[in-house]
């Protein structure tokens, strides 16, 4: 089966900085998309940071200027560098990634378990 393993989080003080890691393993024959989602205490899932194999990339206004996605595609990696942390960036971080297990197979949708990024003084 295919996991995603998320490492990097952690508490930080106000405007510090973390990165993220997701690796995938398993049976992977090729990933469409790889990025991370985060979930506010109280608030819903919302999109962070994606980047897809054609290499667009795509970032929330709120991490915009601050937080880069990045990928190592021999490792089926994607990184999430986080500069200049807020309070409001507090939030459990999930990997998500859209993937071939097969050549020809359907692209599926996964998930990590989620990371602890808490930014606090």
């Known amino acids: 089966q295919v996991q995603l393993v ?5 508490l930080v003080q106000p405007g510090g900085s973390l990165r993220l890691s997701c690796a995938g393993s398993g049976s992977i ?3 469409a998309v790889m990025g991370w ?7 819903q ?3 962070v940071a994606s980047l897809a194999s054609s290499g667009s990339v795509n970032y ?8 880069t996605i990045s990928r190592d595609n021999a490792k089926n ?6 500069n200049s942390l807020k309070p409001e960036d507090t939030a459990v971080y999930y990997c998500h990634a859209n ?13 990590g378990q989620g990371t ?3 930014v606090s003084s």
């Open 6 to 10: 998320e490492s990097g989080g952690g």
């Open 29 to 31: 024959s090729s990933i």
């Open 37 to 43: 989602h985060r979930q506010p205490p109280g608030k």
């Open 45 to 47: 899932r919302e999109l």
């Open 60 to 67: 929330a206004d709120s991490v915009k200027g601050r937080f």
């Open 77 to 82: 990696t994607v990184y999430l560098q986080m």
């Open 99 to 111: 993937l071939r297990r097969t050549v020809g197979g359907p692209a599926l949708n996964y998930w």
């Open 116 to 118: 602890q990024v808490t």
